[in-house]
């Protein structure tokens, strides 16, 4: 069995694409400053949806789920001594914790700026530097860009920036690793109904102007990428290495 790490596994695309890879019959292990309790199938006194007895629902195991701030390097080396000690090796890299904070560069405030580089390009680069210990030869890396990694909008500049950084990482991490035949790609999308997306819920007409920027007219949901995110993870990465994949319905094209 194959041991899959997420970062920010506990919520939104992080989480999805846990349940993507736990449905798949991959053993996950969960890095969040927050772990839940996860549904599993034994936790279910069983039923069907309509709440009939005798069918056994088909729910994943959970995670193995850690409780770490990414920006902290002692609580992560020491996470990570303990997956090493558990599970020896990784198979699989999922870089999806980050954080956004809405500002223009007009209000800039450094401290608010560290927080996003912290978690969003260093705390990525922390996680990374602690799991080469750990990834097998072929390993693989995925990080979770956006859109706006390269197209500059109003009002998000520091997570854009941040996102950004993690882009050229990727492409040089790519180079560096593939002598080891670790492969470092990046998944880049637009809007996604998330709780960074939170404020869609009490200004609808905000969720329709973003669907607006959208050539095909969807706004995706944390299962849609965590499709992507997986397939990328097991059936493109022994084939490539340093790529960006767009999936934004067409939003970059504008």
């Not at 069918?55 to 850690?66: H, I, K, R």
């Not at 996003?116 to 097998?136: K, P, Q």
């Not at 080891?180 to 009490?202: C, D, H, P, Q, Y």
Request: proline share 5%.
């Amino acid at each position: 069995m194959k041991n899959v790490l997420v970062t920010g596994g506990n919520d939104g695309i992080g989480r999805a694409i846990a349940e993507k890879f736990l449905l798949e019959g991959f053993r996950v292990l969960v890095l969040d400053r927050r772990i839940d309790h996860w549904p599993s199938a034994k936790d279910s006194p069983g039923g069907d949806v309509c709440g009939n007895p005798g069918e056994t629902p088909s729910l994943p195991p959970a995670p193995d789920g850690y409780a770490c701030d990414i920006r902290d390097t002692e609580n992560l080396k020491s996470c990570f001594q303990e997956i090493l000690g558990k599970y020896k090796t990784l198979d699989i890299l999922v870089n999806a914790a980050g954080i956004q904070i809405v500002e223009k560069f007009a209000d800039y405030d450094a401290a608010r700026w560290k927080t996003i580089l912290d978690t969003n390009y260093f705390g990525t680069c922390n996680v990374i530097s602690e799991a080469l210990r750990l990834l097998s030869r072929g390993g693989t890396i995925l990080n979770l860009l956006s859109v706006h990694s390269s197209r500059p909008r109003q009002g998000k500049i520091a997570y854009d920036c941040s996102k950004s950084a993690l882009e050229m990482l990727t492409k040089e991490l790519a180079l560096e690793l593939a002598p080891r035949s670790i492969t470092v790609n990046g998944l880049s999308f637009g809007a996604v109904e998330t709780r960074m997306n939170a404020e869609w819920e009490e200004h609808p007409e905000q969720r329709e102007e973003a669907k607006k920027k959208v050539p095909l007219g969807v706004i995706f949901r944390p299962e849609d990428i965590a499709r992507f995110g997986y397939c990328i993870c097991t059936e493109l990465a022994p084939y490539t290495t340093g790529s960006i994949f767009v999936v934004d319905g067409g939003r970059s094209l504008l």
